[in-house]
């Protein structure tokens, strides 16, 4: 079945800094998608891709799709204390927004005291 | 407005018990999903609802496993008999019909099953 290679498993960080992951997958996904998850909580959708190449931002949060359409990256600037959490990618195949998600291992980030 | 809630938050059964996980979608939401995380791996599709009807049903693992939307409201995820591997964080999401540009899938707090 589709897989989705996320790396890097774990980070940890100090505050402040830049934080880069990534995802790639052998299948074309129509669309690519960042969650974040808290303790206790589900995934909240952070950003949402639709198009090949596009760049997208949502505060601190900076996400591309893939020109091949089978790989993105997140970053995230100046981390702060709640930025701590497992962030997953995630892809849809269909075309249809409501077609199940495909989800990567996650990322679980952490910052050091 | 309310999210998705779950019911119940953490469940702790035998092997060869039965267990009945509930999901009540956010009110008006025609897509209903169930997904799990098992050992901390990736989040894994079981199924999907449009409204009372079975639209995916591809990622149920086997036989043991039964879900139900009746009503096309609150959904149930029964597990009978529930055997180790089955332990996890079971989520369900839900989302808006087709006439939405972006159909966002909400996810709920999740049941976390432990299978002893």
């Known amino acids: 079945g589709q897989q989705l290679n996320q790396s890097p498993q774990s980070m940890f960080i100090q505050e402040g800094e830049d934080v880069s992951m990534n995802c790639t997958s052998s299948?074309?996904?129509?669309?690519w998608l960042w969650y974040k998850q808290d303790p206790g909580e589900g995934p909240v959708l952070l950003i949402a891709?639709?198009?090949?190449?596009e760049l997208t931002s949502n505060g601190r949060l900076t996400a591309q799709f893939g020109i091949t359409r089978k790989d993105s990256f997140l970053n995230i600037s100046a981390s702060i204390p709640s930025d701590v959490g497992i962030y997953f990618c995630?892809?849809?195949?269909?075309?249809?927004?409501?077609?199940?998600?495909?989800f990567g291992s996650g990322t679980r980030l952490s910052i050091r005291p | 407005e309310a999210g998705v809630t779950q019911f119940p938050s953490h469940s702790v059964i035998e092997k060869g018990q039965t267990v009945t996980l509930r999901c009540d979608p956010i009110?008006?939401?025609?897509?209903l999903y169930w997904y799990r995380r098992v050992m901390g791996k990736e989040i894994k599709f079981l199924l999907h609802?449009?409204?009372?009807?079975?639209?995916?049903e591809s990622g149920m693992p086997n036989n043991r496993f039964l879900a139900e939307r009746t009503g096309g409201t609150y959904s149930t995820l029964k597990v009978q008999p529930a055997e180790l591997e089955d332990s996890g964080v079971y989520f369900c999401?839900?989302?808006?019909?087709?006439?939405?540009?972006?159909?966002?899938?909400?996810f709920g707090p999740g049941t976390r099953l432990t299978v002893l």
């Open positions: 609802f449009v409204k009372e009807s079975k639209q995916d």
């Open positions: 009110s008006g939401h025609d897509n």
């Open positions: 995630a892809g849809q195949l269909g075309t249809s927004s409501a077609s199940k998600i495909i």
């Open positions: 999401a839900s989302s808006p019909g087709s006439s939405y540009t972006y159909n966002e899938q909400f």
């Open positions: 891709l639709y198009k090949a190449g």
């Open positions: 299948s074309i996904f129509n669309t």
